[in-house]
């Protein structure tokens, strides 16, 4: 069992920046695939960004690619996902997930948090 609590977000003005950081409960969170998804209102929830275990592989949405940085630290359970030249269709709630396996879809993973508010004004 894995519990993932996220922080972070917020309202910030378009090019602007932050860092979401999810926080992971348990002994093996090394062993997991890591993933941050986002939803907006009326839409799917999709892929945003994901860091393989050890070595670390990243992956990243063509939407996304070039702004944003996912890292994870293992000695603190923690995932990070560094957002920079924001724009207002970033504008989301941004979940982190954990999964045994990497994939960029959202059936494929098993844990999720509650979400974080990202806002981006014009």
């Known amino acids: 069992q894995v519990q993932l609590v996220e922080s972070g977000g917020g309202l910030v003005q378009a090019g602007g920046s932050l860092r979401l950081s999810c926080a992971a409960s348990g002994r093996t969170f090394s062993s997991y695939a890591m993933a941050w998804f986002r939803q907006a209102p009326g839409k799917e929830r999709e892929f945003v960004a994901a860091?393989?275990?050890?070595?670390?592989?990243?992956y990243y949405a063509d939407s996304v690619k070039g702004r944003f940085t996912i890292s994870r630290d293992n000695t603190k359970n923690t995932v990070y996902l560094q957002m920079n030249s924001l724009k207002p269709e970033d504008t989301a709630v941004y979940y982190c997930?954990?999964?045994?396996?990497?994939?960029?879809?959202?059936?494929?993973?098993?844990?999720w948090g509650q979400g974080t508010q990202v806002t981006v004004s014009s």
């Open positions: 860091v393989r275990r050890s070595p670390g592989s990243t």
């Open positions: 997930a954990a999964a045994q396996i990497y994939s960029r879809s959202y059936y494929g993973y098993d844990y």
